[in-house]
């Protein structure tokens, strides 16, 4: 299983339309919430660094992206716990 997707790692886009596009994921946004355009989301979603072939938002559902930073199995959370106790 791959590592979850976490703000500032490396992720990949799925969907056919912009398969392959990279960009580092900044911010998460739940089903729900509300963009700062006015914006309501429909399914959990990305803020990406870079948006592909200059779009107008760099936001993507969750559902279409891979985290392609490495896949060691341990998210930082695990990681930060890990060096505390060291």
Known sequence: MSKPI????LV???HHKYFGFSATALRRYSEGDIFRTGYKF???SWELSASP???KLPLCPERFLMRIDGDDHVTTEEREDEEVSA
């Open 6 to 9: 976490e703000p500032g790692c």
């Open 12 to 14: 990949m886009v799925t």
């Open 53 to 55: 072939e200059g779009g």
């Open 42 to 44: 429909s399914s959990d």
